[in-house]
């Protein structure tokens, strides 16, 4: 996990393998977030939360961009017989808005824990953390299993569809 995290798709990759490393990093960041909310109230890494708080909302925003630029088109043409692909693809935009909205939130909290600010409510940090990343995790899995995983989605399908092909 990197400060600036993105998507960086190496020339050639299949985009559905560059989708699933930076799944790896979000959930790795849904890792760290968990132990933040775990160590509250008395035990609170400040650099740990300064780390996240730079990391979550590049990071939320870039693989966001990524899957509606790239994957999102990729999986609309392949599963373009799929009556209900495009309803589910419109249903994760909107997962992804609420996201970037909620990791603003978040991130304000991770600064104010890192400051050491007496200001903050420290239940309700917990528990937008906990919301936050456990919201992610199935957003993730969600992602993974039921359009990742298609068939339909094989490493030649992918590299066909791929922009600039």
């Known amino acids: 996990m990197t400060d600036d995290a993105i998507i960086r ?4 990759e299949n985009p559905i393998a ?3 490393k ?6 790795l960041l849904c890792d760290r977030l968990e132990e933040i909310a775990d160590s509250l109230p008395d035990s609170v890494n400040r650099q740990k939360c ?22 999102f088109p990729m999986i609309a043409t392949r599963l373009e017989g799929d009556g209900k692909i495009q309803a589910t693809l419109n249903r994760l935009r909107f997962e992804h808005c609420e996201d970037e909205c909620f990791s603003e939130e978040l991130t304000e909290a991770l600064h104010a824990l890192a ?7 420290i239940e309700a940090t917990g528990y937008m953390l906990r919301g936050f990343f456990e919201a992610m995790r199935r957003h993730i899995a969600f992602e993974n299993e039921f359009l990742l995983s298609k068939e339909a989605l094989v490493a030649a399908d992918t ?3 791929a922009p600039g092909h």
Do not use: K
């Open 50 to 71: 300064l780390y996240a708080a730079r990391a979550l909302g590049p990071m939320i925003r870039s693989v966001h961009r990524f899957e509606e630029d790239v994957v």
């Open 159 to 161: 590299s066909r569809l």
């Open 9 to 12: 798709q190496a020339h050639g």
């Open 18 to 20: 560059a989708l699933r």
């Open 22 to 27: 930076a799944h790896n990093e979000q959930l």
């Open 115 to 121: 400051d050491g600010s007496d200001d903050v409510n």
